[in-house]
């Protein structure tokens, strides 16, 4: 059965779902809402939205992840969910979450 949003790509359809998300969602949650196979993809794709945003009007928002242990937070040059804490060697990360929203 065809939805109304078959005929959207995927990276299409992350920006809609996050544009319309009134909390802001980890990769994991856009995978499982899309039905993408591995988070990387996400990830990747969420790097192409966020450069190709410069353009567009509107902007990729990033909360970025954060240590549940120390509370270091990660700051991050491409999205990715980092794997230990540099200060504290913690795998207990928060992982980063993502919205979409108009600029201003």
């Known amino acids: 059965m065809q939805t109304d949003f078959d005929f959207l790509s995927v990276r299409e359809k992350i ?9 802001p969602l980890t990769a994991k949650d856009i995978k499982k809402n899309l039905g993408i ?7 990747e794709h969420l790097y192409h939205i966020a ?3 410069k ?6 928002v990033v909360y970025l992840p954060y240590c549940r242990d120390c509370g270091y937070v990660f700051n991050l040059d491409i999205p990715k969910k980092p794997s230990k804490c ?5 795998e207990n990360i928060e992982p ?3 919205l979409i929203r108009d600029k201003r």
């Open 15 to 23: 920006v809609i779902l996050l544009k319309y998300s009134e909390k």
């Open 37 to 43: 196979k591995r988070e990387k993809e996400v990830y």
């Open 51 to 53: 450069k190709s945003s």
């Open 55 to 60: 353009h567009k009007n509107y902007q990729l």
């Open 86 to 90: 540099p200060r504290c060697k913690s």
């Open 96 to 98: 980063p979450k993502f």
